[in-house]
């Protein structure tokens, strides 16, 4: 974590008219306002969350220092609310560190610092340094030596006993927030990564709060001196979905929907018309072009068929009343026989994907082709199965299985799709294209 160049941490000397300081038992002093002031009780606490503060009073004034972790290390005091030095005066008067000074007072910011040197036994050690203000900026109290005769330089807190809580079976450090900040940082970045075909809202949103949440505790662990995790949480907002994803989800959608076949078109539409809502209720829409977009798609299968109502504007022209492939007065888009041949549209052959084929090869595919097999019969004529060959006749091109196509057997004479007037050269009542023998 960056420091700001011009905060500047001394090594606390402990010194007393020229000698160490030494202490036998748990003790707490510093330098106030020039003058060295002594606890005569001390004692530590661990909350739930881990925070760690040293206490010390001498029944008219208190002091305490609060840091996030119960790990030894050094905490920066004055930028963040997790870390604290606070003093109550005898009137009750409270100067804290995490109240700023009147610009009147000072411009910059007042750091200071807890330095936890030990943990011994359930008790700490270490030294402190800070400026702490009222509530209006105006009145400080300083812990810090600035004069040749001052006994201390800030204070010191020696072998203080935890007499509340109890030190964490895993202690969170600095570094493990910053560690974890990193793994939801790479999480949230996945989450709209340019690969992705379409970037999920809810995980996108997901991910951001996780980051910025995890940001928040780094800050509280790490502190913030030069205020990029203030500004990165502050960048991140409320982690709304942002317009170009919504954007770029639409314009995936609709390539994929001006792709589709008849198979798949249902699917395509239904994810076109979410992601257009998605980008409506994004971006808004001055101009009125996502809902004239809404308005004007069509996902819809009237007639049942399997064939969506889109793909049966045969003429292009809009309009879906004004085409009727077998002129029986129904348009196809609610007529479940497209072609009239007595198959259902829906039964009509199809391939492995469930797009429509032509079976005959004639550009027509076999729900619009009422030859099916183009042997000259219409399919509505050629029911069953005759050669038992699992192949149904309007799709059989050798509906005997004598080797000879039905095409070539003389099957309508007068050519009008109708084998009534099929050869039968044995006279045996069987049609030649339906006889083996």
């Not at 800070?130 to 807190?157: H, K, M, R």
């Not at 999920?200 to 940001?215: K, V």
């Amino acid at each position: 974590m960056k420091r700001l160049a011009v905060l500047f941490i001394t090594v606390l000397t402990l010194v007393s008219c020229g000698d160490e300081v030494e202490f036998n038992s748990p003790a707490f002093q510093g330098n106030r306002n020039e003058v060295l002031w002594k606890a005569e009780f001390t004692n530590a606490s661990i909350d739930e969350n881990g925070y760690l503060t040293i206490n010390a009073g001498n029944n008219v004034e208190t002091v305490s220092l609060t840091i996030p972790s119960v790990a030894v290390g050094t905490y920066i005091l004055g930028d963040v609310n997790s870390m604290e030095g606070r003093y109550v005066d005898a009137n009750g008067t409270v100067y804290s560190t995490n109240n700023r000074p009147d610009p009147t007072v000072s411009i910059y910011p007042e750091y200071g610092f807890v330095k936890l040197d030990e943990i011994n036994n359930n008790t700490f050690t270490g030294s402190f340094e800070f400026n702490a203000f009222d509530e209006s900026g105006l009145n400080v109290i300083n812990f810090g030596g600035i004069t040749e005769q001052d006994p201390i330089t800030g204070g010191i807190f020696y072998r203080v006993p935890l007499v509340s809580g109890s030190i964490p079976a895993v202690v969170i450090t600095c570094d493990d927030t910053e560690e974890i900040a990193l793994e939801a940082r790479a999480n949230w970045l996945a989450s709209f990564d340019p690969s992705l075909e379409y970037i999920d809202q809810d995980t996108y949103q997901s991910t951001c709060n996780t980051y910025r949440e995890a940001l928040r505790v780094q800050r509280d662990y790490c502190g913030d001196l030069d205020g990029e995790l203030q500004q990165a949480i502050d960048e991140l907002n409320v982690c709304p979905f942002r317009c170009t994803f919504a954007t770029q989800n639409r314009n995936t959608a609709q390539a994929a929907i001006e792709a589709a076949t008849i198979a798949n078109y249902a699917v395509a539409c239904d994810n076109y018309r979410f992601y257009l809502e998605q980008q409506l209720e994004t971006c808004g829409d001055d101009d009125g072009s996502i809902q004239l977009a809404l308005d004007n798609l069509d996902c819809g299968d009237d007639d049942n068929d399997g064939v969506p109502n889109a793909f049966e504007d045969f003429d292009g022209d809009g309009d879906l009343t004004n085409d009727d492939t077998d002129n029986d007065g129904i348009a196809n888009y609610l007529d479940d026989d497209d072609d009239g041949d007595g198959v259902l549209t829906i039964d009509e052959a199809k391939d492995a994907d469930g797009n429509p084929i032509d079976t005959d090869g004639d550009t027509d595919v076999d729900y619009l082709d009422n030859d099916d097999d183009g042997d000259g019969l219409f399919t509505q004529f050629e029911p069953g199965d005759t050669d038992g060959d699992g192949i149904p006749n309007y799709l059989d091109t050798d509906d005997d299985d004598d080797t000879i196509l039905t095409i070539n057997e003389n099957a309508d004479p007068n050519l009008d799709g109708d084998p009534a007037d099929a050869l039968d050269t044995d006279m045996d009542g069987l049609p030649d294209y339906l006889d083996d023998m």
